[in-house]
């Protein structure tokens, strides 16, 4: 079956940097779009960036400039390299994969940005 596993979360202070990772098995992973969403407490879930099978990219605006999404197929994985944290990107990080009517989500990871 598909499984995607995110790993990279914690507790940063404001300013600092994490990566998330999310390594893809059971899926085809190049044929599928990626992306990585967030929900913090009391929220809906939201999209913060997202990748295509030809690497195009696209970012919720509240982080454009700040975060970097990225695949690596060789490796099944995608990635998301957040920099200059801010306390309201505290949340729940999920990272998902699409193709046509097929999607599927990781369990998530806690990023924590407090001083």
């Known amino acids: 079956q598909v499984q995607l596993v995110e790993s990279g979360g914690g507790l940063v202070q404001p300013g600092g940097s994490l990566r998330l990772s999310c390594a893809v098995s059971g899926a085809f992973f190049r044929s599928y779009v990626m992306g990585w969403y967030r929900q913090a407490p009391g929220t809906q879930r939201e999209l913060v960036a997202q990748?295509?099978?030809?690497?195009?990219?696209n970012y919720a605006d509240s982080v454009k400039g700040r975060f970097t999404i990225s695949r690596d197929n060789a490796k099944n994985t995608g990635y998301l390299q957040m920099n200059s944290l801010q306390p309201e990107d505290t949340a729940v990080y999920y990272c998902?994969?699409?193709?046509?009517?097929?999607?599927?989500w990781g369990q998530g990871t806690q990023v924590t940005v407090s001083s």
């Open positions: 990748i295509n099978t030809g690497g195009n990219t």
């Open positions: 998902n994969i699409n193709r046509n009517s097929y999607s599927y």
